[in-house]
Every structure is written in structure tokens, then in C-alpha cells.
Nanobody, 114 residues
Framework: QVQLVESGGGLVQPGGSLSLSCAAT????????MGWYRQAPGKERELVAS???????NYADSVKGRFTISRDYARNTVYLQMNSLKPEDTAVYYC????????WGQGTQVTVSS
């Protein structure tokens, strides 16, 4: 049974920073992609950033230069460092693990507001 446990998130002022983490536990195939998605009210869930087991990264254009994704392979944990946050970054952020199957975390709220 694979589980994803997220932490981080919260309320931050515009221009501030937050860090998210997501730990995957269970029987995880070594070749995989971990990533972060977000969903704002009334909008579809969208990719924020992803990182493969080989280290390749992919970012949404809206977060390039501001967000950094990284992972600890030994701990099966993925991190998202978010800097220069904007109100439009407000959303529920979900961790995703993609192998032959897709697994999602429970989501964590990020609110950027003054």
C-alpha cells in the first residue's frame, strides 16, 4: 500500500516563501516521477513541477524561476521550495507519485494574501 504524506503549506504574504514536502511510503517502484500539482477554486488541477527518478525536472511556466523541486531518493521524499509567492499561487497543492499507477496525497492549502 503506497501512501503519500504531505506537510508544509499555510498562509504567507505576497513575496514570501513556503516549503512543502511529501514522503512516499510503501512498495515503490524505483523508476517513477514525483510531482506537485495545484488546484485553485473553480479551476482544474494543474502541474506545478515534477522530478523523475533520473533527476529530470519540469516546471509550469508560471512558477519558473520562483519554485524549485527536489527529492531525497533514500527517503522517497519530494520537496517544493516556493519563493516570491503571489496571490495567484493560492491553491490546494497535491503531491503525486507516478509509476505504473498513480498515487495522490491528501492536499495541503497554500494561501498567499496580505
Amino acid at each position: 500500500q503506497v501512501q503519500l504524506v504531505e506537510s508544509g503549506g499555510g498562509l504567507v504574504q505576497p513575496g514570501g516563501s513556503l516549503s512543502l514536502s511529501c514522503a512516499a511510503t510503501g512498495n515503490i517502484y524505483r523508476i517513477n516521477v514525483m510531482g506537485w500539482y495545484r488546484q485553485a477554486p473553480g479551476k482544474e488541477r494543474e502541474l506545478v513541477a515534477s522530478i523523475s527518478s533520473g533527476g529530470s525536472t519540469n516546471y509550469a511556466d508560471s512558477v519558473k524561476g520562483r519554485f524549485t523541486i527536489s527529492r531525497d531518493y533514500a527517503r522517497n521524499t519530494v520537496y517544493l521550495q516556493m519563493n516570491s509567492l503571489k496571490p495567484e499561487d493560492t491553491a490546494v497543492y497535491y503531491c503525486k507519485l507516478q509509476t505504473a499507477y498513480t498515487y495522490w496525497g491528501q492536499g495541503t492549502q497554500v494561501t498567499v494574501s496580505s
